[in-house]
């Protein structure tokens, strides 16, 4: 079973830029698919991004296409996501998710989740 930890949320301007990671433990991380949810007031929560295993393919929702980019590095079990151009609808709760199957981008579909960081772009 695998825990995990986010960090590197925080205030920002809108068109700036925050680094999220996500630290893996307690599982085999390689082993997983790995995706970034958010979840705003009295929002559902909302797929933002996912990638495969080995980080060889990734998929993004339409509102973060070519502002955002997932990564991860096996060697150091962390998962990231870096966030350019923030806008203020991009403020969130943000959270990373692990399931034993890569490709998902339904909440519904990952078994593990992080406790969340908050993320606030002001205008």
């Known amino acids: 079973q695998v825990q995990l930890v986010e960090s590197g949320g925080g205030l920002v301007q809108a068109g700036g830029s925050l680094r999220l990671s996500c630290a893996a433990s307690g599982g085999t991380f390689s082993r997983y698919g790995m995706g970034w949810f958010r979840q705003a007031p009295g929002k559902e929560r909302e797929f933002v991004a996912a990638i495969s295993w080995n980080g060889g393919r990734t998929i993004y929702a339409d509102s973060v296409k070519g502002r955002f980019t997932i990564s991860r590095d096996n060697a150091k079990n962390t998962l990231y996501l870096q966030m350019n151009s923030l806008k203020p609808e991009d403020t969130a709760v943000y959270y990373c998710?692990?399931?034993?199957?890569?490709?998902?981008?339904?909440?519904?579909?990952?078994?593990?989740w992080g406790q969340g960081t908050q993320v606030t772009v002001s205008s």
């Open positions: 998710a692990a399931d034993r199957v890569s490709d998902r981008t339904g909440a519904y579909e990952y078994n593990y």
